[in-house]
Every structure is written in C-alpha cells, then in structure tokens.
C-alpha cells in the first residue's frame, strides 16, 4: 500500500493533498508507505507501477462546494482529465492515471480522494472550508486503510 | 449608484489558454490571429522591490516545465550586474541542471504532446495502447531528467538549489555517477527516438526564416555565447534590446517580439540545430545523418526530429559532465551587492529567453524585463499559419484544424497551448 498526497503548497488550496499526507504521516506512517509529490505524471506512475494498492489524495476543482471531499475509484472508473485543479505541466493526475492504464501498470487497487478546493491563488494558506475538510478525510483514508488491511 | 466591475479576463497562473482565428475570404488567407496567454508581466512587476538572490526562485515560478531555463537566465543576468563569473565545476553543474530540463521537457513534447499528431490519435492516452514500449521509453526517459533535476535543483518541478553564485549545496561526485548508466541508456533510447520520428510523414512545408538563437565558441548553446542569426545578427547578449523589440498588438496579451531590422524570428531547437549542428557532439551529428535530417532545415514540422536530436546532445553532454566531474569546494561564490545592470539570456527547451535586470546598491531590483521564447515565437506562429493554410485550402476544416493544431505545437508554445486547450476557428466567407 501507498498513499500519496499531490500538490502545490504555495498555491493556498492545492496544497491539501500535502497536508493531508503530513497529517497521515503523524498517524499511520509506522504502518503505510506515505510520500509526497508534485503531480507530475511520469513521477506518479514511476511512483506507483509496482504497487498493489495505492491511495493518492489531491485537491480537485469540479464546481462542488469547496471543502467537498470525493472519492474516485480509479481502478474501475475513468478519471476525467478537468477534475483536477490544473496542472502547470500538461501531463498530472489524471493522464498519468489513465496512460498507466494503457500501459497495465495501473495497481489493481486505486483509491484517489479529491478535496474540492476554494483558492488556487498564491498563498499558503488553506482556505476555512478545506480545513475542515481535513479531519474528515483523515478519518475516512484511515478506515480505507484498515479496510484493506483486512481484506488482505 | 455607480456600478463597478471588475474583471480578470486571465488570471496570472503559469498555465495559459489559447486561441486560434483564421479567416478566409474567396480563398485568400485574410486574417490570422495566434492568442496565447503570457504570465511573465506581472512577474516582472513581482519583482520590483525583491532582492537579487530572490530572482531564481521567483522566476523559476513562471514555467512548470522549463523552470531551469528561467533559473539559468536570472542568475547570468544578475551575476553580470554584479561583476561575478561563475566557472569550473559549478558552471558544470549548471549546464548538468540545465540537461535534466531538456531530456524531460523534450521528451514530454516529442512523445506525449506531438507523437500523437503524427500518428494520427487524438492523445498519448490513446496512442499509449499501439505503441505501449514506446511510451514506456518515453517516461523512463523523462524519469531520467527528471531525476537529474532532483539530484542538482532539490525537486523535478521548480527547483529550489539554484542560487546567484552557483548552488545552495552540491552533489559529491559518486551522486553523480549513480545516473551514468540510466543517462547512458537515455543517450541509446534518444537515438532510437531520432530514428522513430524521422520515420513520421511530414508536411512539405518550408519557409525563408530568420532562426536566432546563442551561439558559443566551443559549446552547443546553453546559457552562454553571443545571439547569432542566420541573416546577420552577431551580438553580445547586453545588445538585445538594440535589436529586437517587443510590441504590442491589439488581438493579443501577450507581446510580440520582431527583430527591429526586419520583424518575425525563429526560436528553438530549430534555430539552435541550424546555428549549432557542428557544435553538437559526435553522436548526434551522426543520428541526424543517419536519418537525412537536412541542414539547414526549413521545415517546422521537422523540429521534433531536432528535439530528439537535442535529447541525444543533452544525455551525451550529462555523461561528459559527470565523467568529469570533481565537487567543488564550495557550493557557492560570495557575492556583494552593488547597484547594476544585468543581463542574461539561456535556451529554454522551447528557445531562447531574455532577462535583464536593474539593482540599487543594497541588491534591491528596481527594474526587470523578461522575454520568454513564446513572446518570440508568437509572429512566427502566425505567419505559419497564414502560409500553410492559404497552401493547403482544398482541405476540409476538420483536417485543416488539426493541421492548423500541429503547425503551432512544431513551436512547443507554452504547456496548455500545447495540450488541449487550443481552440481552432476557421471562417470562410
């Protein structure tokens, strides 16, 4: 199992993933492999290419209400490439998703949870409703976790 | 009450959209309007009241992915204005750094951005599931500058070991040799890439370009030389602005760059291969012989060729570098502030890129000017445009589109002009 938290943490919001990994880390690291990366996409998929489980958290920009927490399984479903706040470098996410697909080097198991962001501005701060947010997913990516463990 | 509005038609983020307008009226070619988003004015103005060593690490924000171009351009330019020369080893590494941008930047255009107009899907995603080891080469590639940006800039995106004097830390000489034999199989699988596009059909489009780029006595050019052009420029990089201009024009906001003596310039691999072919190492001499890669070459549609033929140079440059390499004593020259003017310029990935900078005497900068490649290529783009679509009229507007589409990604523009965000609209009266 890896979690991996995605972002930008100078772009106020997007940095939630981050965040949400650091705050992982302090709870679960002992148990599960946490890194944190840019979102560029050939680094994902190096990243994860040999994992059986993965569970990436990013923030998201869908139209929802900011502080929205989602939850995509992209081992079963196709990961639309605007979902994503954007990425400064063409290939992220999503395409790394899906191309990894392509190439069948998509871990079996793939969890991705999005938090709707609010301000992708310049900024280290994250916005009141992403902070809220934060508590949530911890709690919801932890029971994921357990959730595996058992299965497994 | 008086309402008050307020707009932001773009916002100030790296990622811009773009747009494209033809219009044809009884089949003439009379309009062409080539709009793309340009972030760098307002990082200019962030930049007034900074202090110099700040310069990199701001102006490495404004791209994704060729941040080390902008990294390389500032601190030449600021080490200019202080009366510093950065040699030797760190000089070295800032060219090593600078590889690392190129593999991963033109591999990432070759493979996932233009591959796919070539042979004919709509993205990498589809093209992945025909040709699976080729994309797979293509990330181990990418990887492979992607990781020599992390050993020498801290991190693949926006590096942050980059300083005005040299670096913040430097790698010890075996950090180094650890990539040898992935950068030796990068410098392989480049050839095959040469080999691989060089095998694509291509438009039988040229035109009588001016192509400017740096040129070095003993080097293919990265963050050094004098601006040459193949129609008469040979100038110290301080002359830029004698020579070329930026204006204003009314369909766009982003300026566009004209040579003050004749207009429209080329920039990029292009310009560079044509300027450059014999200062390109051995090996990527002879993979573009073997392919009948013509130079000069007039061809825009050609330049992914170039681009993979840069890849080869980049990866035989970062082994010579390595093999070479003895870690310095320091990571970094002291530097003093004094007021000055500086001005530096590199080649980007997608060209070359211009920075000037005024500093007061406690190294604060009052005055900055940046010129990405983009800017440069903006009136190249369009008179493309205006000439490949008058010579290809009989072609319906679907495949006219695509072409139209291809034709601006020979540039490599900026990351989202090359993505999907290019929109296409044809009118015919």
Same mark, same amino acid.
């Given at each position: ?152 | ?122 993205? $990498? ?87 400017? $780029? ?216």
């Amino acid at each position: 199992m890896l979690l991996i938290g995605v972002g930008n943490e100078f772009r106020s919001d997007d940095a939630a993933g981050l965040i949400t990994a650091r705050m992982l880390f302090h709870r679960i690291g002992d148990k599960t492999q946490i890194i944190e990366m840019s979102g560029e996409g050939a680094a994902l998929i190096e990243a994860w290419k040999n994992m059986s489980a993965v569970i990436l958290i990013d923030a998201v920009s869908s139209g929802a209400p900011a502080g929205t927490i989602h939850r995509l399984d992209a081992s079963t479903q196709n990961i639309p490439s605007d979902f994503f706040h954007y990425s400064s470098h063409a290939f992220g996410v999503a395409k790394a998703v899906e191309l990894s697909r392509e190439l069948k080097n998509l871990p079996p198991r793939f969890i991705i949870y999005g938090i709707e962001g609010k301000s992708f501005h310049a900024g280290t701060v994250l916005s009141s409703e992403v902070n809220k947010a934060l508590p949530v997913i911890i709690d919801l990516i932890v029971k994921e976790i357990e959730l595996f463990s058992s299965d497994n | 009450m008086k309402s008050r509005t307020i707009k932001v038609d773009y916002l100030a983020r790296v990622e811009g959209e773009g747009g494209l307008f033809v219009k044809i009226k009884n089949r003439t070619v009379v309009d062409v309007i080539f709009n793309i988003f340009e972030p760098p004015r307002f990082f200019e103005a962030f930049l007034r009241g900074r202090n110099f060593t700040e310069a990199p690490d701001i102006t490495a924000r404004i791209c994704g992915i060729c941040p080390v171009a902008y990294q390389m351009s500032s601190v030449h330019a600021m080490e200019y204005a202080l009366g510093v020369k950065v040699d030797g080893q760190l000089r070295a590494l800032r060219r090593l750094l600078y590889c690392g941008e190129w593999i991963e930047s033109h591999i990432l255009h070759i493979y996932l951005l233009h591959a796919p107009d070539f042979l004919g899907y709509e993205d $990498a995603i589809r093209m992945a599931k025909d040709y699976p080891d080729a994309v797979k080469n293509a990330l181990r590639l990418k990887k492979i500058g992607n990781e020599l940006m992390i050993l020498l800039g801290g991190r693949e995106i926006h590096p942050i070991n980059v300083k005005v004097g040299g670096f913040y830390k430097v790698p010890a000489k075996k950090e180094l040799e650890n990539h040898l034999d992935d950068l030796k199989w990068a410098r392989d699988a480049a050839i095959d890439t040469v080999k691989l596009v060089s095998t694509f059909n291509f438009p039988d489009f040229e035109q009588d370009y001016e192509f400017v $780029a740096l040129r070095h006595p003993d080097e293919y050019p990265l963050c050094e030389g004098r601006l040459v052009s193949n129609k008469g420029v040979d100038i110290p990089i301080p002359d830029y602005e004698k020579h070329f201009e930026e204006r204003h024009v009314e369909h766009s906001t982003s300026l566009h760059s004209v040579i003050r003596a004749r207009g429209a310039y080329h920039v990029g691999p292009l310009a560079r291969y044509n300027l450059n072919f014999d200062r390109l190492p051995q090996s990527a001499q002879q993979a573009a012989r073997d392919v009948k890669l013509a130079t000069p070459c007039n061809n825009p549609f050609k330049s992914i060729i170039v681009r993979a033929v840069e890849t080869v140079f980049a990866c035989e440059e970062a082994i010579r570098i390595i093999n070479e390499y003895e870690m310095p004593e320091h990571p970094a020259i002291e530097i003093q502030p004094r007021a000055g003017v500086g001005y530096g310029c590199s080649e980007a990935p997608r060209g070359t890129l211009y920075h000037r900078y005024r500093i007061d005497d406690k190294g604060k900068i009052t005055d900055a000017k940046i010129v990405p490649p983009t800017s440069q290529n903006q009136k190249i783009i369009e008179s493309d445009l205006w000439e490949f679509v008058q010579k290809n009229m009989a072609l319906s507007n679907e495949k006219l589109t695509w072409l139209c589409e291809q034709a601006v990604r020979n540039y490599d523009p900026c990351i989202s002009c090359s993505c999907h965000f290019l929109k296409l609209h044809i009118e015919r009266e």
